[in-house]
């Protein structure tokens, strides 16, 4: 079982940046996917970007691609998000998940541990 810790997430003006980051615990391989998910205010869970295992095969939710960036450092266990140039259409808790294989995926029921979450409010 992993635990997932997501940190760096705060209140930015639009046009800002974030880097999110999630620290991964207690797993027992490094050959998962990683994900981002975020939940606004009255709407459902939504995928964000994922991660394979080796960094590769990056994708990212249409609304986001181009802004945001997805990486993984595993000698830390760690994976990033950094957002620019946020909109405040972009606030949300964004939620850190491990998949349960290292098959990319973006559906919600893939990903079998989940952090806490992280606020991120954007500003007009």
């Known amino acids: 079982q992993v635990q997932l810790v997501e940190s760096g997430g705060g209140l930015v003006q639009a046009g800002g940046s974030l880097r999110l980051s999630c620290a991964a615990s207690g797993r027992t391989s490094s050959d998962y996917a990683m994900g981002w998910f975020r939940q606004a205010p009255g709407k459902d869970r939504e995928f964000v970007a994922v991660?394979?295992?080796?960094?590769?095969?990056?994708y990212y939710a249409d609304s986001v691609k181009g802004r945001f960036t997805i990486s993984r450092d595993n000698t830390k266990n760690t994976v990033y998000l950094q957002m620019n140039s946020l909109k405040p259409e972009d606030t949300a808790v964004y939620y850190c998940?491990?998949?349960?294989?290292?098959?990319?995926?973006?559906?919600?029921?893939?990903?079998?541990?989940w952090g806490q979450g992280t606020q991120v409010t954007v500003s007009s």
């Open positions: 991660i394979t295992w080796s960094g590769g095969g990056p």
């Open positions: 998940a491990a998949a349960r294989s290292g098959v990319v995926s973006t559906r919600l029921t893939d990903f079998g541990s």
